[in-house]
């Protein structure tokens, strides 16, 4: 049986669907797939059992990423395409079965709005899988400090809007490390993707060389998915580090402004969200709203809040 699934170019984006992918891995046993994703999704799919080949999707002008998916796919009978980016393309592929998701309701979690895919009502959990070699990239990088508890911070995401203060960051370490007996001797690790070392420096600067790890820069997801799966606790901004962390199962606290938390809050029974005393909408008219932001928009989320989250998921999770 050969399956085509297309899904985001964003991370965060494909992440979500990744519990559909686990859908038609667990019922179709010897499938093959293809995925179709955007390059920088790419390397979450690398242990998808029956993967056949992952074709990456750049955008081109004139739809020139659609034009190449379908010349790398046309040849082949598909028994199934799933398309969740809603394209027309499945329509022109040769296909026994096509299956196209369609944003119906914007005021619910993507995922719930994809519940129906491919069929039922259950919504699919995102999924991650991991080898052996990435659970072994996370026991040689914590090595004799695997039983400290740990803390992890994704102070990065793919819009300036969303990303909460570098201070307020380490201010929040601080109380955290300060008033839990059982982060006191936590390590302290830093995640990011390459190009935001400068974003991430000044957090890094402030933890003790000791209990310090730096896993900012050009680290594969599937390793660093790997780290985030032994977290004591992952703070973060809306972004695709934070969907991974609440994919491997890690106690996340997701950081909302500029983003609707609605629609993108981190999924799963460990999971929670803070967002600003701005609702979107409010933020959603301010003068910094734009692909370009001159100002962080999460102004409006104090270290105290963040601070108060964190103590009752460490609670409900057991980790305090």
Request: hydrophobic share 40%.
């Amino acid at each position: 049986m050969q399956i085509l699934f297309i899904t985001s170019s964003r991370v965060g984006d494909a992440i979500l669907t990744t519990g559909i992918l686990k859908y038609l891995v667990d019922h179709y046993k010897t499938a093959k797939f293809t995925i179709a994703c955007g390059p920088v999704a790419k390397g979450l799919f690398d242990n998808v059992p029956g993967l056949e080949a992952i074709i990456t999707m750049r955008k081109g002008s004139l739809l020139g990423h659609w034009r190449r998916l379908y010349f790398s796919t046309f040849l082949n009978r598909w028994d199934l395409v799933v398309d969740l980016r809603g394209s027309a393309i499945a329509w022109f592929l040769p296909a026994k079965k096509r299956v196209i998701y369609k944003k119906k309701n914007k005021k619910i979690h993507r995922i719930e709005d994809m519940q129906n895919i491919p069929n039922g009502n259950t919504p699919h959990s995102p999924y991650i899988w991991l080898s052996k070699e990435n659970k072994k990239f996370a026991d040689d990088i914590l090595g004799e400090r695997m039983a400290q508890a740990l803390i992890i911070i994704g102070p990065t995401a793919n819009w300036g809007a969303k990303i909460w203060e570098s201070e307020r960051f380490s201010n929040l370490v601080h109380l955290l490390t300060s008033n839990f007996r059982s982060l006191q001797s936590a390590m302290i690790a830093v995640v990011g993707g390459p190009g935001e070392e400068l974003i991430a420096k000044p957090i890094l600067d402030a933890i003790p060389s000791g209990r310090r790890l730096d896993l900012v820069g050009a680290i594969p997801f599937l390793d660093v998915a790997a780290v985030l799966e032994r977290a004591t606790l992952y703070i973060g901004n809306d972004s695709g580090l934070m969907h991974l962390s609440a994919a491997v199962g890690a106690p996340t606290l997701g950081l909302f402004g500029p983003t609707r938390e609605a629609n993108y809050r981190p999924w799963g029974p460990r999971c929670a969200y803070v967002r600003t005393i701005e609702s979107f909408e409010q933020l959603s008219k301010h003068p910094d709203f734009r692909p370009d932001p001159t100002n962080s928009l999460m102004g409006g989320l104090s270290v105290e809040t963040v601070f108060n989250e964190c103590g009752k998921l460490l609670s409900e999770t057991g980790r305090n």
